[in-house]
C-alpha cells in the first residue's frame, strides 16, 4: 500500500505544536512550506490533551492544526495518541503499569509507560484510537495511521500478575498440554516440572540460572503480546478507513520484537535511525537496518525518525558536521526509503529532549541547521522520480529473530560473547564496501532465488529451515554454532550442525570459544592466512561424502582441523574470521558490483546510481554507466569527483 495523496519523496518530521503557544503555528505552516514539508507526524504523545478526563475529549485543537497542515498542501502521519497513556488512567488504574523483574511497579512520569497485556490499557487504547478515525478518517489531511511508538523502547516486557495470566494463556495455545510443555522445556532438569499452566511465572529474577527454554518463549511471547496491543488499534482504524495505510516505527534491527512478524502486521515499513556522527563506520551498521526495513515487505518503507544534527540521550551528543545530515538522508534513500523524515520540526524548550536537533533549531532561521534543512528538501524535490522503484540484489543475509533470542539467552552459553548483530556486520560490511546490493531473509522463506546466501549464524535451526537451505541452488554460506537446538532450544541429536549436517558434511566434535585476548592462526589451502577471534570449533568431516577442507587452522589445540569446508554449494565457516573477504571471494563471482574507494557507498535502485562519499576526503570514482546526476541536473560520465560527505544520484541512461 502506497501514500497515493503524497506524491514523489515525503519529507518532514514529528510535530508537537500542542508544545507551542497557538500563534505560533502560523509561522510553522509558513516555514515548512518554504522548506518543501510534505508531511508531518502529529498526535504521538497527545493522549491527555485530547482525552483530558475518562471519555470526555478535546479535539477543537488538533481540528485546527490538522486544517492549517491541509491549508499548507502538508500531509498528515496522525498518531492514536496511544503511547503514553494520560495520568488519570494511571491514577484510575496503578495495575496498567509495568513491573520490572524485581516486582517493583514503574512509575508514571516518563513515555511509553504500560503494561502490553493490560486488558484496562488495551480498552482504553481501542476507545481512543476509535474516535480518532470517526473524527478524522475523513479528514483531507489524513495521508496514514501511525499506531502507538517505538513499541519496546522503554516497556519490552512486564512481570506483572496480568502479565503471568497472558503467558499462560499463550503456553497454553501453545504447547496445548502441560506434558507438552513439560517435554519442550526439558522441565525434568532441576526438578521443574509443571503439573497446571497456572502455575508457570514469567521469568523473574531467580536464585541462579533461569531455564533457556522459559527464557526464549517468554521473549517469543513478549514480542506477540506487544503486536496484540498493535493490532488491536489497527483492526478498528483497517475497518474504519480502508483505504489509509496503517504503520509504527520501528526502531532498526532490535531485538526485542520479531519484525518479520511485525511487518506482516501493518501496511507499510517505517523505521527510526540514529546512527552516530562521532562513528565513523556508523553509516555501514544503518545500512544494514535499512536493508533490513526494506526487505520486510520487499518494497520501499519510510524512514519516520532521524536526527538532523545531536540527540539529547547519548553520553555526549555530538552535532552532525556539515554535509552529514544531507548525505544520510540521501543514504536512506538509497536504501530504499521513500521519504526522509526528522525527529522533530520545531526544537522543544523543554523536557527530556530540549537539546535534541530539529528542522527549525532554537536559533531560527539564521542557522547553519535550518539551511541543512532548506537544501534537503530542495534535494528530495529533485529525486521525486526514485519514489517507487524497487531494488534487486543477487546476495542473502538470513537473519531469524528466534534464533538471535536462543543465541543470546543470558546464561548457560558456551560464549556470551557470539553477538547476532557482529556477526551480520562482518558480513554486511565488506559486501558493502564492495558495492553489492543485500537482502535480509528469514531462515523460513524460499532462498532459491539469489545467487549467494549467507547464514552468519543460525543457532537454532529446524527441520524446515534446513530444508530450506538445502534448496539454495546458488552458493550457501554457513557461519559458526549454526544447527545447535531445535525451535524448544533442545540440542539436536548427535549434536551439532544438526539437520545441516547432511548438507555442510561435517559434525562439531566441541565448541572451542577463545578468550578475549586468544587469537587462532588459519591457513587456507592456497597459502594465504587469516585470524580468528571469539569462536572457534572442532570439526570432523562426517558422512559418506564428507566436506573439501578449504582452510585449516594452524598452531593451538586445533593444528590441522578444518576451519573452513566445502561440500557441493555449501561453505562452513566454523570461526570468526577477522576478514571474510576470502570466502566472499570463492562465491561471488557474477554477482553485480561497483567498484568504489573505501568510505564511498555505491547503492542501486533500478536505474539510480547513488554515490555517497562518507569521508573527510576529495574521492575519484570511475562510473560503470553515463546518466545524469539528478542533484546537479548535469551528464556524467567516465572518472568523476566526489567532495567530502557529498553524493551523486544518477540516472543511468539506456537499458541496464
Same mark, same amino acid.
Given at each position: ?16 505544536? =500542542?508544545?507551542?503557544? =497557538? ?11 518554504e ?15 485530547? =482525552?483530558?478526563?475518562?471519555? $470526555? ?5 488538533? &481540528?485546527?492544526v ?64 476509535? $474516535? ?6 475523513g ?30 494463556a ?74 489509509v495505510?496503517v ?10 520484537? &520479531? ?12 523505521? &527510526? ?67 526522509v ?6 526544537? $522543544? ?39 517507487? /522503484?524497487?531494488?534487486h ?5 538470513v ?22 548483530? *557482529? ?5 554486511? $560490511? ?31 535451526? /529446524? ?25 524448544? &532450544?533442545?540440542?539436536? *541429536? ?20 577463545l ?20 569462536? #572457534? ?8 561424502d ?14 590441522g ?11 562452513y ?42 569521508? /573527510? ?10 546518466? #545524469? *546526476?539528478?542533484?546537479?541536473? /548535469? ?22
Open positions: 500500500m502506497s501514500l497515493t495523496r503524497v506524491p514523489g519523496l515525503l519529507f518532514g518530521g514529528d510535530y508537537n505544536p =500542542e508544545q507551542w503557544p =497557538e500563534e505560533v503555528w502560523a509561522e510553522d505552516m509558513r516555514l515548512m512550506s522548506a518543501g514539508v510534505t508531511m508531518v507526524t502529529v498526535a504521538v504523545f497527545s493522549w491527555s490533551r485530547l =482525552e483530558p478526563r475518562p471519555g $470526555a475529549y478535546d479535539f477543537g485543537w488538533l &481540528d485546527r490538522l486544517d492549517l497542515l491541509h491549508e499548507h498542501g502538508i500531509a498528515a502521519d496522525l498518531a492514536t495518541a496511544t503511547a503514553t497513556p494520560p495520568p488519570w488512567l494511571v491514577r484510575d488504574h496503578p495495575e496498567v503499569m509495568p513491573v520490572d523483574a524485581q516486582g517493583v511497579r514503574l512509575e508514571f512520569g516518563s513515555r511509553q509507560g504500560y503494561c502490553p497485556s493490560s486488558p484496562v490499557f488495551r480498552e482504553n487504547a481501542v476507545r481512543l484510537a476509535t $474516535a480518532m478515525a470517526e473524527r478524522y478518517g479528514h483531507p489531511a489524513l495521508a496514514m495511521w501511525h499506531v502507538g511508538n517505538e513499541y519496546a523502547d522503554h516497556t519490552l516486557e512486564c512481570f506483572c500478575p496480568e502479565s503471568a495470566r497472558h503467558f499462560g499463550w503456553l497454553e495455545a501453545r504447547y496445548g498440554t502441560i506434558e507438552s510443555l513439560n517435554a519442550a522445556w526439558g522441565t525434568s532438569c532441576w526438578g521443574q516440572h509443571y503439573t497446571a499452566f497456572g502455575h508457570i511465572e514469567p521469568p523473574r529474577k531467580a536464585p541462579g540460572p533461569i531455564n533457556p527454554a522459559q527464557l526464549l518463549d517468554w521473549r517469543r511471547f513478549c514480542s506477540d503480546a506487544l503486536l496484540e496491543l498493535f493490532s488491536a488499534e489497527r483492526d478498528v482504524l483497517r475497518v474504519m478507513t480502508p483505504d495505510p504503520t509504527t516505527n520501528f526502531m532498526s534491527i532490535l531485538h526485542g520484537l &520479531d519484525y518479520w512478524a511485525w511487518a506482516a502486521a501493518e501496511d507499510l515499513v517505517s523505521d &527510526d535511525a540514529y546512527p552516530d556522527p562521532a562513528d565513523g563506520q556508523s553509516h555501514v551498521a544503518v545500512a544494514l537496518s535499512y536493508d533490513l526495513m526494506r526487505s520486510l515487505k520487499g518494497r520501499p518503507w519510510l524512514l519516520l525518525e532521524s536526527a538532523p544534527s545531536a540527540v539529547s540521550w547519548r553520553e555526549v551528543n555530538v552535532p552532525k558536521p556539515p554535509g552529514m545530515m544531507r548525505l544520510h538522508s540521501l543514504q536512506a534513500v538509497a536504501h530504499g526509503a521513500d521519504g523524515m526528522f525527529f522533530q520540526w520545531r526544537q $522543544a524548550k523543554y523536557g527530556p529532549e530540549k537539546f535534541h536537533s530539529a528542522l527549525l533549531p532554537h536559533g531560527g532561521t539564521r542557522t547553519r541547521g535550518w539551511q541543512d534543512t532548506l537544501r534537503l528538501g530542495s534535494d528530495l524535490r529533485r529525486l521525486a522520480e526514485v519514489a517507487g /522503484t524497487g531494488t540484489a543477487e546476495v542473502a543475509l537473519i531469524g529473530w528466534d534464533s538471535w533470542w536462543g543465541l543470546e539467552a543470558p546464561e548457560s552459553m558456551p560464549s556470551n560473547r557470539l553477538k547476532l548483530k *557482529d556477526l551480520l556486520l562482518a558480513w554486511y $560490511a565488506p559486501l558493502r564496501a564492495r558495492g553489492i546490493t543485500v537482502d535480509l531473509a528469514p531462515p523460513d522463506r524460499d532462498l532459491s532465488g539469489y545467487r549467494v546466501v549467507i547464514v552468519p549464524n543460525l543457532y537454532l535451526c /529446524t527441520q524446515e529451515q534446513a530444508g530450506r537451505l538445502a534448496s539454495v541452488t546458488g552458493d550457501l554460506v554457513v557461519g559458526p554454532f549454526s544447527g545447535v537446538v531445535d525451535a524448544a &532450544d533442545r540440542v539436536h *541429536d548427535g549434536g551439532a550442525p544438526g539437520p545441516l549436517r547432511d548438507l555442510l558434511g561435517v559434525s562439531i566434535d566441541e565448541f572451542w570459544p578468550t578475549d585476548d586468544a587469537i587462532q592462526p588459519v591457513r587456507y589451502a592456497g597459502g594465504a592466512t587469516g585470524v580468528a577471534r571469539t569462536w #572457534t570449533e572442532w570439526v570432523r568431516l562426517d558422512g559418506d564428507p566436506a573439501a577442507v578449504l582452510a585449516t587452522y594452524e598452531g593451538g589445540d586445533l593444528d582441523l578444518p576451519a573452513i569446508t566445502r561440500k557441493g554449494n555449501a561453505t565457516v566454523s570461526c570468526l574470521l577477522d576478514d571474510v573477504t576470502p570466502v566472499l571471494g570463492e562465491v561471488l563471482g557474477g554477482v553485480a558490483a561497483v567498484e568504489v574507494p573505501a568510505g564511498v557507498e555505491a547503492v542501486r535502485r533500478r536505474r539510480h546510481l547513488f554515490l555517497l562519499n562518507h569521508t /573527510t576526503t576529495r574521492q575519484r570514482v570511475m562510473l560503470p554507466h553515463p546518466g #545524469t *546526476d539528478l542533484l546537479t541536473q /548535469t551528464r556524467l560520465r567516465g572518472d568523476i569527483e566526489l567532495a567530502p560527505r557529498d553524493a551523486v544520484v544518477l540516472r543511468i541512461e539506456g537499458d541496464t
